[in-house]
């Protein structure tokens, strides 16, 4: 049989790992998917660069358009990166009758409805394997592995930058600036870090896993967000006292409101406790932590970002696509795991009405009575408190009060807290981070 033959847009960390894989391992790779796999023309910003890469026997081309409208390409690999430029070229791969593979999670979180709806109009494949938790195959886990099961919840570290930040903080005391910047080197940053600190990363990631998991569209609108940057090395020192590590958790599961079931869509640094294994994942390693009804609770581990464990998922991607390029496109795999007219519209859930467990830092005056006003704010608000920790930060004058609640409902936390800042005795403002037990 011939060679399929791939177009490649985007020759930088992903791209660049994706050729040199897809060489160095061509002849096994062959085995598998039944035909050569060829990159055959490749588009990129800077030619000179991208033809280090690939060497003279691939074309080499400024215009992503020209790979996209090739009659001779059978595969677009999008590895470009952002929103628009992707989307037009996505979507006109797609009308072109050509199968998409991406690592672009921006993309398939903002676009996938759109994108998904015309491939599967079109009866073309777009995979996107690399798209969550680089190396780790968790898509094909969750889509097809645990295809069985009614999903409970999918909670993972999914991003590969502010994991590494956070293990190297806590590990080696070093300053956030400084660890941001080996991330960079490391190539684990999105183009724009402040979408891996801020936790839009994971965030979009996060979305795409959820949809697949209950089969609802993606909605990344309407996913709580909140990065790292605002989290305190005296929490993560605190934390660490009580037994707990913190994590940039992304968190989707299953609810029951008060008006109803609905799904949990979070990205929030977290309380994890630290024996735990997934407390335990540290660097640029990924984790996912799944619970299903039939299979219980299982853990998928590996390297989440870099140019070859990317490349890992993608090439997986050709090969399926290679396998599948001529079955008929009703045999397919749904891109969303559920059949598209088996979608549905279970709501998320307003942050208001999620529950879980806090971890709340007081910095108060040390006076007589402050710790009975405090938990009497939590007792009335019908919040339980699991352990209490005093310290003082440096000075003999003031304290950071720490309390781990039992689960509430955010508003009932969120009206505590207002109550508290109230206090004379409190100083600025009461550090919420939320704890899960993952148990
Ligand atoms: P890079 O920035 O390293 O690579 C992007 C490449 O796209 C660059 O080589 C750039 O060219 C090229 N490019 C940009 N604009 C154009 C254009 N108009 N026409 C042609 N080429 C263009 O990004 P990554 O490889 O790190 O990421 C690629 C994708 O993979 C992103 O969607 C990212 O989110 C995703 N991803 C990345 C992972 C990682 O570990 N890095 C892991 C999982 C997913 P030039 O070099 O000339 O500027
Ligand atoms: N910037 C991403 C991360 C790359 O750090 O996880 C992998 O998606």
Do not use: W
């Not at 109230?422 to 403002?429: E, W």
């Amino acid at each position: 049989m011939k060679p399929i033959k791939v177009g490649l847009l985007g020759v930088g960390t992903v791209g660049a790992g994706t050729f040199n894989v897809l060489q160095r391992n061509q002849e096994e790779i062959r085995r598998r998917a039944g035909r050569g796999i060829e990159i055959t023309m490749v588009a990129a910003r800077n030619l000179d660069k991208a033809r280090a890469v690939v060497g003279a026997g691939v074309e080499v081309t400024g215009d992503p358009f020209a790979v996209v409208n090739n009659p001779d390409i059978d595969i677009v690999v999008e590895l470009i990166g952002g929103y628009e430029l992707p989307r037009s070229l996505v979507l006109q791969a797609i009308a072109n009758g050509k199968h998409v593979v991406t690592a672009n999670k921006a993309l398939l979180a903002l676009h996938g409805n759109e994108i998904f709806a015309a491939a599967q109009d079109k009866g073309v494949t777009v995979a996107f394997e690399a798209a969550v938790a680089g190396g780790v195959p968790i898509i094909k886990a969750l889509r097809e592995g645990l295809t069985a099961n009614r999903i409970a919840s999918v909670a993972g570290i999914i991003n590969g930058t502010t994991n590494f930040i956070l293990s190297e903080m806590r590990e080696k005391g070093l300053d956030f600036a400084t660890v941001l910047k080996q991330a960079q080197e490391l190539g684990y940053a999105e183009a724009d870090p402040t979408f891996d600190i801020e936790g839009v990363d994971a965030a979009h990631k996060l979305t795409i896993m959820s949809a697949i998991a209950f089969g609802i569209p993606v909605q990344f609108d309407k996913a709580y967000i909140e990065g790292i940057s605002q989290l305190q090395a005296r929490d993560i020192r605190y934390a660490e006292q009580l037994g707990y590590r913190i994590k940039l958790l992304g968190i989707t599961r299953r609810t029951q409101t008060e008006s109803g079931e609905g799904i949990e869509l979070r990205v929030h640094p977290t309380l994890i406790p630290a024996s735990r294994l997934i407390a335990n994942v540290e660097g640029a390693m990924n984790a996912v932590l799944v619970q299903a009804d039939a299979v219980g609770a299982s853990l998928y581990y590996g390297k989440g970002a870099g140019a070859e464990p990317t490349a890992s998922s993608v090439i997986a991607d050709l090969v399926d696509v290679t396998r599948l390029a001529t079955v008929d496109p009703y045999c397919r795999v749904p891109h969303l795991a559920f059949q598209p007219n088996q979608m549905t519209d279970v709501a998320i859930v307003p942050m208001a009405e999620i529950t879980t467990s806090y971890y709340l830092r007081v910095y108060v005056k040390d006076q007589l009575g402050v710790m009975a006003d405090l938990t009497r704010i939590l007792a009335d608000a019908g919040i339980s408190i699991d352990a209490v920790l005093q310290k003082e930060p440096g000075n003999q004058v003031n304290l950071d009060i720490i309390m781990l609640t039992h689960q509430t409902r955010e508003k009932n936390i969120d009206a505590a807290i207002a109550k508290i800042e109230t206090l004379p005795a409190v100083i600025g403002k009461v550090t919420r981070i939320r704890l899960e037990t993952l148990s």
